[in-house]
């Protein structure tokens, strides 16, 4: 389970823009809502219609860093969504806003924006 510092991170999520890569400029985003429930259960929405779902995997969870793996429950190859296929990413949360940050290396960053 989460610690009590990180449980803001349940609820719906919504994608404002992304960073990241070679170029540094991140990619269009493909998916519109990210939704965590409490049991650490993920769903992707795109256009009205949850199109993954999968269980969120708790790698490193310390006072200053929560490291989070998006196992899809479809083969990831087939999803299509850039966030479960290199699926490994930091959790940063303020207020209302969520980033999504790969480890390392030209890796893309999702950032979000709390709906509910």
């Known amino acids: 389970p989460l ?6 991170f349940y609820g719906t999520w919504k994608v404002i823009g992304t960073s990241g890569g070679f170029s540094g400029q991140g990619y269009k985003p493909d998916f ?19 199109i993954n779902t999968g269980k969120i995997e708790i790698k490193e969870q310390t006072e200053s860093e929560l490291l989070v793996d998006f196992i899809s429950d479809i083969d990831q190859d087939k ?3 850039e ?11 303020s207020k209302d806003s969520l ?10 960053n999702t950032h979000l924006q709390k709906v509910q």
Do not use: T
Request: with cysteine; aromatic share 12%.
């Open 83 to 93: 966030m479960v296929q290199d699926s490994e990413k930091y959790i940063y949360l």
């Open 3 to 8: 610690n009590e510092k990180y449980q803001d």
């Open 99 to 108: 980033g999504l940050v790969a480890p390392c290396c030209d890796r893309f």
């Open 32 to 50: 519109e809502y990210l939704l965590v429930k409490a049991n650490l259960i993920f769903g992707i929405v795109r256009n009205d219609s949850l």
């Open 79 to 81: 999803v299509g969504i």
